[in-house]
């Protein structure tokens, strides 16, 4: 139910739910022949259609209805970015039941934790991820049978896991004939942990309504800036906040998918890039680091690849000119948390700014960016007065949107909005043009003899030096100054670096 009051005179029009199988409807309807290909995990490369993906949407839809998941009920995955963890994000949520979307990088205790608190009810898991599922499964309670998403030839030959089902065989034994359900939009449709950097992990639940908007929100030209006349290779996971919503958005637009599995080094990544003409792409700045290390080593250069959308950690300035300058590659530097969906600003310029030297258009798109409509942001001060946007002012961030959490799932941590804004726990300027810039988490920010020191300033910088490949900033304890900044560094191979001997 709605807080908000009736107009004596409603609007007329259809009283239409957002609905996540809209989207593969639609995508089946009106772009039935456009491609979807994956890199496996059995190691070869899948082509088939948005039709073939919405066919096999409806029969894993009726297999797990003939399992007796029910609506609500959650239904996780542990698997790399395919063909089949598509097909399970539309059937388990256009079905009515919760996808739970679950991070393989993490401990098995951390997972057996997860899946108890969001009772699974089955677990759909690539079978690289085997040994990891045996050690998840005698801690996971609530968890009833595991899928390996494979056919009957990969499914592991005598393994212990309790009811384990094979994913091709559920699906050759469910007919195509299911229709959609409608339900309120505003129900529940997937659920992710966001990564925890202090206690246990906390889940987001999304609803269809808020996946809508962010998709909608997502494509558009000064966010993610997908057509249909692109090919988009999401390197970001599909486990880490639905891959940034892009198995959404982009059969919304008709686009090519293009899956790169469990490939993510440099070399596989760049083939794939290659072979698929892929125009668009999405990631952390690691991934880039892996695929630019190697392309450098190749002496290669992309053929189609025109733009990337890059997050989750701050792009250092030297990864996006090699990228602009070396490549010819756009970068959209983009900011949001798993609490967001995860999409909150994106960096991209205004016509005011195109009279600007390079210069100073590059340090404006170093910035996280600019939100995009249906997101607001403010920063404030400790007692939470709003402070000015003048570039040079930080406070805690907090935003506001219909894709943004009003609480973690089951009420952990208790009421976390502040007026109706969810604090982020990131430290930011904003300036008078709107374009915000994170200096710091608010709890890993580095006090130094009372003055903040930006750690992502410290790592930019350092990582401009030609013979540095990585760097990390952390504040450590000092006698005098409270707390001190201590870079870890590590090198380009058969490069030196020399600095002062302390
Ligand atoms: P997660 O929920 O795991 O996606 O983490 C969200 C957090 O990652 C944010 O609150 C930021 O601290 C950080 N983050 C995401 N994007 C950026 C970015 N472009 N620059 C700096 N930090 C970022």
Redesign the pocket.
Known sequence: MSQYPKSPLMGQMMDQPLLISSIIQHADRHFGSNEIVSRRVEGDIHRYTYRDCHRRARQLANALVGLGVGMGERVATLAWNGYRHMEAYYAVSGSGAVLHTINPRLHPELIGYIANHAEDQYLLFDVCFLPLVEAVAPLAKSIKGYIAMCGREHMPPDSKLPNLLCYEELLAASSDDYAWPLFDENSASSLCY??GTTGNPKGALYSHRSTLLHSYASTMPDSMNVSGRDAVLPVVPMF??NAWGLPYAVPLTGAKMVFPGPGLDGKSLYELFEQEQVTVSAGVPTVWLGLLTYMAQNNLSFSSFKRTII?????PPAMMNTLRHRYGVEVV???????MS?LGTTGTLQTKHLSLSMEQQELLLQK?GHVIFGVDMKIVDDAGVELPWDGETYGNLLVKGPWIIDAYFKNEGGQVLRDGWFP???VATIDADGYMQ?TD?SKDVIKSGGEWISS?DLENIVMGHPAVQMAACIGIFHPKWDERPLLVVVRKPGMEVEGPSC
């Not at 530097?333 to 609490?339: D, F």
Request: charged share 10%; glycine share 16%.
């Open positions: 966001t990564s880490h906040v997050g989750g950690s701050a792009c530097h983009a900011w949001g948390m798993t609490e995860p996280q982020t726990g990131d994170i988490r992502i």
